[in-house]
């Protein structure tokens, strides 16, 4: 099946501190990958839609500047969170559909295991 | 604003029961329908899909969906300890590229 493979898996650094997170679709192609974010005991918040080759899309209440996006293969998609603070601890998922699939509805999006990110 | 709505729970079952998990969202245009399962620490993981009005069983699970009401929900027959995890309705708009809406979800609780 199709496997989304997320790294690190967990990070805990001090604030001020720059994390980058990858996320790889292992066997099979995705010009779209999306981002979530998930604090404790909530739900998953999507914080952007990755487009390989051009720029992410930012949901409301997101700063983009803050939170870098890059998408610059059809396999990978990175997210650096920039001068992080322990406000942005949190659990970041990253999801993928496959493109050759097609963009319909009924394509599940396959998820990485995430990475717990904890800012001292 | 684009909503899913679930009972937080907890919904607490005895073992070999039938749990009932429930889900309304808000926009009307949304297309198709999923239910994840998440244990704590971890990322979902896809249980059900659900497409066109009316039932999809799968297993010991049933989706069940009626998009007039804007209402779909998940049976869990036959419900194990293993079951118990938090499960999430999860939303898609037709439009291309469109990312799923989740709801809070549901926390199961199976006790043996």
């Known amino acids: 099946g199709a496997v989304v493979s997320q790294h690190p898996s967990w990070v805990i650094c001090k604030s001020g501190t720059s994390v980058k997170i990858e996320c790889r679709s292992l066997?099979?192609?995705?010009?779209?990958m999306f981002w979530y974010r998930q604090f404790p005991k909530q739900s998953l918040m999507l914080m952007a839609t990755?487009?390989?080759?051009?720029?992410?899309?930012?949901e409301q209440g997101v700063e983009k500047d803050k939170f870098l996006i890059n998408h610059a293969s059809l396999t990978l998609s990175t997210l650096t969170v920039t001068s992080a603070h322990p406000e942005d601890s949190s659990f970041y998922i990253c999801s993928a559909r496959d493109s050759d699939r097609g963009d319909y509805s009924n394509q599940p999006q396959h998820f990485g295991d995430g990475t717990r990110l904890s800012i001292l | 604003q684009k909503e899913v709505e679930q009972n937080s729970g907890p919904l607490s079952v005895p073992e070999g029961a039938i749990a009932s998990l429930n889900c309304t969202y808000s926009?009307?245009?949304?297309?198709?329908f999923f239910w994840y399962r998440q244990y704590s620490g971890k990322s979902p993981e896809l249980i059900m899909s659900?497409?066109?009005?009316g039932d999809k069983e799968d297993g010991r699970f049933t989706a069940q969906l009626n998009k007039a009401s804007q209402y779909v929900s998940l049976l869990i027959r036959d419900s194990q300890p293993s079951d118990s995890a938090t499960y999430l309705c999860a939303v898609k708009a037709r439009q291309a590229g469109t990312a799923l809406i989740f709801g809070k979800g549901t926390t199961l609780s199976v006790s043996s």
């Open positions: 990755s487009n390989e080759g051009s720029k992410a899309t930012y």
């Open positions: 659900i497409y066109s009005n």
């Open positions: 066997d099979f192609q995705a010009t779209t």
């Open positions: 926009d009307r245009v949304s297309q198709s």
